[in-house]
């Protein structure tokens, strides 16, 4: 899952449209006009980001801030019935603060109108001074992750209930690394978490070793429904290099595609997106860098990226900047999102990364996908398959907003706890919803995660009946042991209720898929629609999620999203509530203590 450090700080500007109340626009661009409009933009962002701040301190008893804490604004969003949303992350005496993230709201007029939190407790470490050295830490770090550690960091971990000094490390071997925090009194390991979140589980790919299992996807050259267009460089008449081309990618799982790319000179193109922030993919050429810079650049002299085939190494470049550009066009489209950080930056990614690497993954060192060739015998190709990127760029795109983060993690490095399920959840909805929207002939958009990959259950999750992947031992309800339930499995839980809110429980088909969604005591639930039910869970993602949202917590945030979007009193409002109760997430069940 997401590293737990504390991420660069910077004031976004989202305007949501009035017509969907999804988060909106960044103010940038060429023009003195928009200039102008940033400033302003910016003016009214310090002002709300004031008001929220002053707020938060005036409602101490609320918000949890005490003296010595400090709040850093990450995110400013404005709806379009007038709320105002301030995301902060907390400095306690200086320290940066591990799960002291908060949300101030605010009504049109500035007034507080209430805070979500991480920490439901003060982030005043018990202990002020720590006993080890930063050395010493580090080494713990080191031992404890297996690798070498870089400096320590003081921190407090407000984490798990209780506050306390300690350090933070980054420990890296050759392919991987991992963030270590180690108590500053004690010396014991607080949390060895890996920094990338990898689309296969250590637990799954040992099942799947058990079995005997392959993973192997079909591929499949001719043209997708996407690929008119695809002939030509689009260039004409005087030509300023360099500048936006139309090329073709023969991909390896979606056909030949048209992919927008960049003439550098008259016959010579590069696989980089102008038209997308600059969206660009490179070759890592079996290296393990995570420095996208050092990636080698895809170019070309015919525009023509891949031949459908492994045996050009261009084919998975050309599936990875698909499905790149094609997540971009589906969160920008939807919810005028610039770009996964909302930042209009451009989306990287390597491929063949790594030798034998049976994996892909969204990787924060580098802020960019990373994909390896597989390991040849029981992985078989790259893992550059279409809902894949829109999962893993999707936990991008929640490690921007709410950064939920597993709450422990074995010494495998299998996740566990709701907060990190629910990040596998969003990640499998978005995902899915990047398939509905490229509506490509050759990967058919439907409820079901990684269909392509060849295994014998046909498919890796699906939405509807979480549970039918005994692959992982996905679960479709909740219980007191979800929170030992590794977060593959527990996503189960809210990707279930989204599939119930969107399209109801019972037998349904829906393009060339049969879905038959059960639900706790048989309630029965008529769904509002995927594009209501997405809109929801995208609203209280970024405005009502923070870093240890769980699935209670998760219900409260979907209806809060849906009285602002729909009402208090509406059918969509009252779904929500039924699509949760259906997955057996009440008030009632609600644990007196959280994990």
Request: one cysteine or more; charged letters at 20%.
């Amino acid at each position: 899952m997401r590293r737990p450090h504390i991420r660069t700080v910077a004031v976004a500007v989202a305007v949501a449209t009035a017509a969907t109340g999804l988060a909106g626009t960044a103010f940038a661009g060429p023009s003195s006009e928009v200039e102008r409009s940033a400033a302003s933009a910016a003016s009214n962002a310090t002002v709300v980001v004031e008001a929220a701040r002053t707020a938060a301190f005036a409602h101490a008893s609320a918000t949890g801030v005490s003296e010595g804490d400090a709040l850093l604004a990450q995110d400013v969003m404005i709806d379009p019935e007038g709320a105002r949303h301030v995301r902060f992350v907390r400095t306690h005496n200086d320290l940066p603060v591990l799960g002291g993230d908060l949300i101030v709201h605010l009504d049109g007029k500035l007034a507080y109108t209430g805070v979500t939190r991480a920490a439901d407790h003060s982030v005043k470490p018990a202990a002020a001074k720590a006993k080890l050295t930063a050395g010493q830490a580090a080494a713990k770090a080191a031992k404890a992750a297996k690798g070498d550690a870089s400096s320590a960091q003081l921190v407090v971990d407000a984490r798990g209930g209780a506050s306390a000094l300690a350090y933070q490390v980054t420990v890296t071997d050759q392919d991987s690394s991992r963030t270590v925090v180690v108590d500053a009194v004690t010396g014991k390991v607080r949390s060895n978490t890996p920094d990338r979140d990898e689309f296969l589980s250590p637990k799954l790919l040992d099942t799947l070793r058990e079995r005997g299992e392959t993973i192997d996807p079909a591929t499949g050259a001719g043209s997708a429904s996407t690929a008119s267009g695809l002939a030509g460089s689009g260039l004409s008449g005087v030509t300023h290099y360099p500048t936006s081309a139309r090329g073709t990618g023969k991909t390896l799982f979606v056909g030949n595609v048209a992919l927008t790319t960049t003439a550098t000179s008259r016959g010579h193109y590069q696989l980089k997106d102008p038209s997308r922030y600059g969206t660009e993919t490179r070759d890592a050429k079996g290296s393990y860098t995570e420095k996208f810079s050092a990636g080698s650049r895809f170019t070309s002299t015919t525009n023509v990226w891949g031949n459908n085939a492994t045996s050009s190494r261009v084919s998975a470049a050309a599936d990875a900047q698909y499905g790149i550009t094609k997540t971009l066009d589906f969160y920008k489209s939807t919810f005028k999102r610039k770009g996964i950080a909302n930042n209009s930056k451009p989306a990287l990614a390597m491929v063949h990364w790594g030798k034998k690497v049976a994996n892909a993954f969204w990787d924060p060192t580098c802020n960019c996908m990373l994909y390896g060739d597989g390991d040849g015998q029981m992985f078989k190709k790259p893992l550059v398959v279409l809902d894949v990127t829109g999962h893993e760029l999707t936990h991008g795109v929640v490690e921007a907003t709410a950064n939920l983060q597993p709450t422990f993690v074995d010494s495998e490095g299998n996740q566990y706890g709701e907060p990190g399920s629910l990040n596998e959840s969003l990640a499998d909805i978005f995902g899915s919803n990047v398939e509905f929207y490229a509506k490509n002939a050759k990967d058919t958009p439907d409820y079901l995660v990684g269909e392509k990959l060849g295994l014998a259950q046909k498919f890796l999750r699906r939405l509807d009946r979480p549970s039918l992947d005994k692959l992982e031992g996905t679960i479709d309800y909740w219980s007191p042991d979800t929170f030992y339930t590794e977060v593959h499995a527990g996503s189960g839980v809210s990707s279930h209720a989204y599939y119930l809110l969107a399209e109801g429980s019972g037998k349904k088909k829906i393009g060339s898929v049969t879905y038959n969604s059960p639900t706790y005591h048989n309630i029965t639930v008529k769904g509002i629609g995927r594009t209501k039910a997405t809109a929801i869970y995208y609203r209280a993602l970024t405005r009502y999620m923070v870093s240890t949202t769980d699935f209670h917590q998760a219900r409260i945030a979907t209806l809060k999203a849906a009285k602002d979007l729909y009402g208090a009193n509406s059918t969509e409002y009252k779904t929500v509530s039924l699509s949760w109760a259906a997955v057996n997430v009440t008030v009632a069940n609600t644990p007196s203590a959280r994990h």
